[in-house]
C-alpha cells in the first residue's frame, strides 16, 4: 500500500490526555508558524506558486517545477520539495500522484491583494524585530526597531526606512487607511468645517481629499518636521498648498499646544501610535483648541468593532509591532479604551459610524456640557 502523501502528526508519544485531540495539533501550528510563513511567502515570491497556477488542476512534479524554475530564482529541485511540502502541509497546495497543484488557500496568497500587503509587511517590516518582542513588552520601548535604523520610534524614521520596509509599511497603511476616507468625507462636511486640523497629517492624503472636497476649506497639518515635508510635496503637486498651514511638533511633547479656532479636528489611525497616557494629552490639547461647535473625529480600526473575525485577527496581531518596533507601548485599541480616554478629556461621544472602507470606524466627539 502506498504511503499517503501527508500524513498527520502522530499521537503516541503524548499524554494520554492529549491523544487525539485536535488541539495538539493546532498547539503545533503555533510553533512552527514562522517556519510556515517564511516558506509559503518564498513560494509566493519565487514564483511556484504562479507555476502551479497556470499548471491549473492537473499541476506539475518537482522535475517540470525544476525545469521552469532554471529561467526565473533558480531554486533546486531539494530547495523547491521543501518549500512545496511545508506548503502541502499548510494547506497552501495539495499532491496527488506526486504532482503540485494549488488549493484555494494558495490562491489567495497568489493573488489577494490584503494577503500580499499583510505577508509584506510582516516580513520586511517586522519580522527581524519581533524578536525582541519580549525584551519590548518587559521595558515598553521599541527594541526591535534597531533591525531597522537607529530611531527612538518608528515615526522618526518613516522617511528614511531602508527598501523594501519603507515600501511596504507605506502599502500596509494607505491600503487600509485609503479604503475610508472617501466614505468619511460626507459625515465630516456635512457640518460645514470652514478650519480642519490634521493631526499626523502623514503624508498629506486626508488634508489632499479635503482640499479637494471643499474649496472652501483650509487646513492645518500637524506632524513632525520630517513628515510635513513629505506632506508639502503632495500638497504643491496638487497646487492646493496655499489653503493648507503646515505645523510642525513633537506630539509627545505635552506641553505644547495645538492651534485654535478649529471647527473639526481629525486623527486617522493615529491613537495608535500611542499610549492611553498620551491618548488622554492628546484629547485634552484636541478639545481646548476647538471653536464653539466644533467636532473631534477619530477614524480607525478597532478590532471590537468588526464584523469578521478575520478582521478582529489580523488587528489583534498587529498590535505586537508597536510594541516591539513602532514606539513600545501602544496598539490596536478596542474603541471603548478610546471613547473612556476622550471623556476624561471632556469631551463626549455624539456619533459612530462604522463599516468605512475595510474595516474603520468613526467617532465623533463634542465637549461636553
Known amino acids: 500500500m502506498p504511503a499517503p502523501d501527508f500524513v498527520t502528526p502522530l499521537t503516541e ?14 498547539a503545533q501550528k503555533i510553533a512552527f508558524g514562522p517556519v510556515v510563513f517564511q516558506c509559503v511567502r518564498v513560494a509566493w515570491k519565487s514564483g511556484l506558486l504562479a507555476l502551479l497556477d497556470q499548471a491549473g488542476k492537473a499541476g506539475a512534479n518537482i522535475e517540470e517545477l525544476t525545469e521552469k ?7 533546486s529541485a531539494y530547495a523547491i520539495s521543501v518549500v512545496l511540502e511545508t506548503a502541502l502541509s499548510a494547506g497552501v497546495v495539495r499532491r496527488e500522484g506526486g504532482h503540485y497543484s494549488l488549493t484555494r488557500i494558495g490562491d489567495n496568497v497568489l493573488h489577494d491583494e490584503m494577503t500580499q500587503i499583510n505577508i509584506d509587511y510582516v516580513h520586511d517590516v517586522c519580522y527581524q524585530g519581533l524578536f525582541a518582542l519580549e525584551a519590548s513588552l518587559r521595558e515598553e520601548k521599541p527594541l526591535g526597531l534597531k533591525a531597522l535604523g537607529d530611531w527612538p520610534t518608528v515615526y522618526e524614521g518613516l522617511s528614511e ?6 515600501t511596504s509599511w507605506f502599502k500596509f497603511d494607505h491600503y487600509y487607511s485609503d479604503s475610508a476616507f472617501a466614505q468619511a468625507l460626507p459625515p465630516v462636511f456635512a457640518r460645514k468645517p470652514r478650519r480642519l486640523m490634521d493631526i499626523g497629517a502623514n503624508t498629506g492624503k486626508w488634508s489632499l481629499h479635503c482640499l479637494l472636497h471643499d474649496p472652501e476649506v483650509r487646513l492645518t497639518l500637524l506632524d513632525l518636521p520630517i513628515q510635513l515635508a513629505q506632506a508639502r510635496t503632495t500638497l504643491e503637486h496638487a497646487g492646493l498648498l496655499a489653503r493648507a498651514d503646515l505645523y510642525p511638533i513633537d506630539i509627545l511633547d505635552f506641553a505644547a499646544p495645538f492651534p485654535g479656532g478649529m471647527d473639526a479636528v481629525w486623527m486617522s489611525q493615529f491613537l495608535t501610535c500611542f499610549s492611553l497616557t498620551a491618548i488622554g494629552h492628546i484629547f485634552r490639547r484636541a478639545a481646548e483648541c476647538l471653536a464653539e461647535g466644533g467636532s473631534v473625529w477619530v477614524l480607525d480600526t478597532f478590532w471590537d468593532r468588526q464584523r469578521h473575525d478575520i478582521a478582529s485577527y489580523c488587528l489583534i496581531n498587529t498590535s505586537p ?3 516591539a518596533i513602532a514606539s513600545g507601548n501602544s496598539k490596536m485599541y478596542e474603541s ?9 478629556q471632556g469631551l ?3 456619533e459612530t459610524v462604522d463599516d468605512l472602507g475595510l474595516s474603520h470606524s468613526l467617532l465623533r466627539f463634542e465637549r461636553a456640557a
Open 69 to 75: 524554475q532554471a529561467a526565473q530564482s533558480g531554486l
Open 161 to 166: 526606512l531602508p527598501e523594501p520596509a519603507r
Open 348 to 350: 463626549r461621544l455624539v
Open 321 to 323: 509591532y508597536f510594541t
Open 336 to 344: 471603548s479604551a478610546i471613547v473612556a480616554g476622550a471623556e476624561a
Open 13 to 26: 508519544f503524548a499524554p494520554a490526555r492529549l491523544r487525539g485531540l485536535p488541539a495538539r495539533f493546532e
